[in-house]
């Protein structure tokens, strides 16, 4: 069952050396998701043979444009090609009236339901929920409100050990073994035991989302053991002073958190104009916290579980 | 000195096959202008080695996103790029509270100026005027409100012969030979006859954009003579009802008004998504209208003046 980041774009304000605007898909068992919209994302969806018709829901961090301008393209694109599916939109709630106006004077209605989930922009909520999965949002510190996400699995089923399992076992006594409840022989006993039936459960997965941000170590708490976490990168530490005041996080920053808290890989991403090579940026983060890689475009990350 | 049409995007709605939202760069003289912005042509200008910098103003159309969606992003660019010199922008009333809003709620406000001239989306109106060009729209017929725009150089100076020139002749004497006027020898007499002294005039050049509208046989009248006019041919005369319907073109339609025109160069683009062969459009076009060319993204088209 995957769990996997696409990266579809990685650069802060201004789209250069081939690299994009922010934009990132989640592939979440047989669940579809986009964070963040930069401009030309359709493009990057359609270059990386990502089905933008799949999408079950967009989650926008912040009102800068280079995370939520190719939104509107790509909704409109949607409709075009005949879209009747819901989608789901979370944003910070004037989102809604910038599609709205759009909508307006483009004299254009969607097929399909969009429906537009307002954020308090406050963090610590769970936003979205589903059998498999829950979003919950993260404070974070901008210019302007931003919220960061993590996508959190809810724990998996116990895994049946088939070798054990009797032939003539009932659905019903199925669904309790992996819950990893012990099925009751109706005397006050034990018919058949989880622990002697079951495998124990697969490792629940989880994803944090962070850009744009101040360096902020408080959010160590917040995202302690996520496997893995993605972290704006905008500046070397040589700019943090730079960084302070854009409100943005250096490499180093980005590693540091990572480290307090105790995730498994850190993602690098949201680089500056300014860097062409990008490679400082890695090696800066490594000397803090080793697993940490660069979010390169086109890249694929996955996080297994077992 | 070139005038230059660069075709930046040539799809309609659903950008495909590598082709783009529709944006066009011209180069008049010494004055770059932009015409239309669908998604992501701050990228198409960079690939085509075309600097953004440069655009003194910027077109629009209509409010179809794929003609403006690119526009926020790429006035952003211009901005963090630090750009302070003025730009203007013409294009539909409504386009202003668009921009309004989206700087209000990034809480931008661009170094620059931006000079917002709404149209009246009547058609017929000079709108921008330099010593050199001038800038009239055209009425189209849309689903929404939209308007052609015909870019036509003024009368160019007489070309002096300088085998002809006398060596003392004064600076305002030139002046007065490069109107066409003789140059009086203060007795009611003439000096220097400018039929003597001049070689004529360069063609005043001049372009003409229609794009989205159903086919209009009166436009004739209006874009009578342009040397180059680019029309929208969405779709093949087997598809006119469709065009008809969604208030587009066909290639034999635009090839028609070419004709009736009296162009010397017709340009077609504003493809359906439905072609990923276009050799199709340009066919059927040429049969009625020789001089028909597929308006391709990277190609530069350029009237000469001999």
């Known amino acids: 069952m995957p769990f996997a980041v696409t990266i579809l774009g990685s650069n802060s304000a201004i789209p250069v050396y081939g690299r994009h605007h922010t934009a990132q898909h989640l592939h979440i068992q047989n669940h579809h998701f986009l964070l963040d919209c930069g401009e030309g994302t359709q493009l990057r969806l359609q270059e990386f043979g990502l ?4 999408l079950e829901a967009i989650f926008i961090s912040h009102l800068h444009g280079d995370h939520y ?14 879209r009747t599916k819901e989608i789901h939109l979370f944003g910070p709630p004037q989102l809604s009236e910038i599609l709205t106006i759009q909508l307006r004077y483009s004299d254009t209605t969607f097929r399909y339901p969009l429906h537009f989930h307002p954020l308090t922009m406050a963090g610590g909520e769970v936003i979205y929920e589903n059998k498999k999965i829950t979003v919950t949002t993260l404070a974070l510190q901008h210019r302007i409100p931003c919220v960061g996400f993590v996508f959190a699995e809810k724990p998996h089923p116990f895994r049946l050990n088939k070798d054990r399992l009797p032939a003539g076992i009932k659905p019903g006594e199925i669904a309790l073994l992996k819950k ?7 005397h006050g ?8 039936m079951t495998l124990g459960r ?3 997965r989880s994803y944090a989302y962070c850009t744009d941000t101040l360096y902020l170590p408080e959010l160590a708490e917040s995202i302690k053991g996520v496997d893995m976490l993605y972290h704006e990168a905008t500046f070397l530490t040589e ?14 920053q980005a590693a540091q958190l990572a480290r307090d808290a105790g995730v498994q890989t850190l993602l690098l991403g949201h680089f500056s104009a300014r860097y062409k090579d990008l490679a400082p940026l890695e ?17 694929t990350f996955n996080i297994n579980n077992g």
Chains 1, 2 share one sequence.
């Not at 089905?51 to 799949?54: D, G, T, W």
């Not at 301008?69 to 005949?82: E, R």
Request: aromatic share 6%; no cysteine; proline share 3%.
């Open 51 to 54: 089905k933008a018709q799949r």
């Open 69 to 82: 301008l190719g939104l509107m393209g790509l909704l409109s694109s949607l409709h075009l090609q005949g």
């Open 180 to 186: 990893g409840e012990d099925v009751p022989d109706g």
């Open 189 to 196: 006993g034990t018919k058949y035991a989880a622990n002697d």
């Open 202 to 204: 697969r490792k629940a």
């Open 239 to 252: 700019k943090e002073l730079k960084a302070t005041k854009t409100y943005h996080a250096t490499a180093g």
């Open 283 to 299: 090696e800066e983060a490594r000397k803090i916290f080793p697993r940490s890689y660069l979010a390169l475009e086109g890249e």
